[in-house]
């Protein structure tokens, strides 16, 4: 089995890079912004520079469809007071197709090309990580970490095909949405594990009880000590990856145990059964969905919704937020055989659940001792009982998962509008 692994790590090592065309695209697009850029930030006189971030500058970008290129521009110290996104956005005048994104700290977006899309992050010059008032301003000591300590282009390799891994499998990426690995992470897992096999079959093994601690340059004693200095709400995901730059924090402070999850079962498919699939996109086959459901004699409704929020983070973590709400909405009259959440990466997203109607539904009512609710509830229900001192129906639920729905949305308006979906559509 490891020889076949080996065979498809092997082909799938000539696919995670991007084309010569496109990063020769990527450059051009890339040189034309920094000067317009610099040449603002000397007329303006500000004292920062500017560094390339990401995985463009630590050379572990993969193929994708659309590229992200990070450009941090490091103000100085003496912008400590200011507003450095302020700033930054009169630096980027002249600059076409720029979008501010709003966040704890502004920064831009540049749509370069269709596919080419510049983010420019102000950060604050710290020359300790401690000092850093904002994540975004420890980049530049990942940078420089992953570069100082990645000299073998095999090690490269090994983190490409890591995120390629990753990726198609929806499980890379710490935005809120995703709940993944982040880039950063994956480099760090993959020095430690010295290759993207040895690294799976590690996770494999990881049991989210016992949670598995990491910390590379060995910065602490003891695992009590990681537990006692890390911020108790950075300890929920199930590995605790000790950032080399800052000890304080868990690199993987992101990471879910609902993803986490979700990527042991893949990479624990890939370890059985060596496939070059394995790498490609995952989509949701809706297709494949109804004929699964049809077969299984299983109700199936296909939504779309979309929020009014910024595209991006904020809005993916709200149409999220809402799928999981629907999804807790739905298990109470349903059996949910199947479900799932695609992201467009704008303002919408799809959703599907797969579900069984639960024939019966137990309500749960007021205390024995109150006597004029339970009159009330008594009213409203026909099959009444007692248990632990309290009364409980049992009524009979008829409604399709669509008519369900359509009665929810109508009776939860103010909810679904508190919860910024602006639009709600059976579509399937």
């Known amino acids: 089995m490891t020889g076949k692994i080996n065979s498809v790590l092997k082909v799938m090592l000539e696919k995670t890079s991007p084309e010569k065309e496109e990063i020769d695209k990527i450059q051009e697009k890339l040189k034309a912004f920094l000067e317009i850029l610099n040449k603002n930030i000397k007329k303006l006189k500000i004292s920062c520079n500017v560094f390339l971030g990401g995985s463009f500058a630590k050379d572990t970008v993969i193929k994708k469809e659309n590229y992200d290129i990070d450009v941090f521009v490091r103000f100085d110290r003496k912008y400590t007071k200011e507003n450095i996104s302020t700033i930054l956005k009169k630096a980027l005048a002249g600059v076409k197709n720029v979008q501010e994104v709003h966040g704890s700290r502004n920064y831009f977006k540049i749509k ?3 596919c080419i899309v510049i ?3 102000p950060v604050l010059k710290v020359n300790n990580p401690k000092e850093a008032e904002n994540i975004t301003d420890l980049s530049y000591f990942h940078v420089q970490y992953i570069n100082k300590k990645i000299k073998n282009k095999k090690i ?22 995703i709940s993944g690995f982040s880039g950063y992470g994956l480099e760090l897992l993959i020095y430690h594990y010295k290759t993207f096999f040895n690294f799976l079959k590690a996770m494999i093994k990881i049991n989210k009880k016992e949670k598995l601690i990491i910390d590379i340059e060995k910065n602490y004693k003891n695992r009590r000590n990681i537990l006692l ?13 000790v950032d080399p730059t800052y000890k304080q924090r868990n690199v993987l402070a992101a990471l879910s145990n609902e993803t986490f999850s979700r990527f042991q079962n ?21 297709e494949k969905i109804k004929e699964i459901a049809k077969k299984n004699k299983n109700d199936l409704i296909i939504l779309k919704t979309a929020t009014d929020k910024q595209e991006g983070d904020v809005a993916g973590s709200k149409l999220i937020k809402f799928y999981r709400h629907l999804n807790d909405e739905i298990s109470n009259f349903f059996e949910i055989k199947n479900s799932g959440f695609e992201y467009s990466g704008k303002k919408v997203a799809t959703y599907f659940f797969e579900v069984k109607r639960k024939n019966e539904i137990i309500k749960r009512g007021p205390k024995v001792s109150d006597k004029d609710n ?34 929810w949305e109508q009776k939860n308006k103010k909810i679904i509008q508190d919860m910024f979906i602006k639009e709600m559509r059976v579509i399937g």
Do not use: W
């Open 156 to 177: 490269l390799d090994e983190m490409r095909l890591a995120k390629t891994f990753c990726y198609a499998n929806n499980v890379y990426g710490a935005e809120s949405y």
């Open 229 to 241: 200095d890390i911020n108790t709400a950075k300890l929920n995901s199930p590995i605790i990856l």
């Open 266 to 286: 893949v990479a624990q498919e890939f370890l059985k059964k060596p496939s070059i699939n394995a790498f490609e996109k995952k989509k949701i086959d809706f």
């Open 112 to 114: 370069a090309n269709g």
């Open 119 to 121: 983010e420019v992050i």
């Open 374 to 407: 339970i009159r009330k509830f008594k009213k409203m229900h026909a099959h009444i009982f007692n248990k632990g001192g309290r009364i409980y129906a049992k009524d009979k639920f008829k409604l399709s998962i669509k008519d369900f729905l359509n009665k």
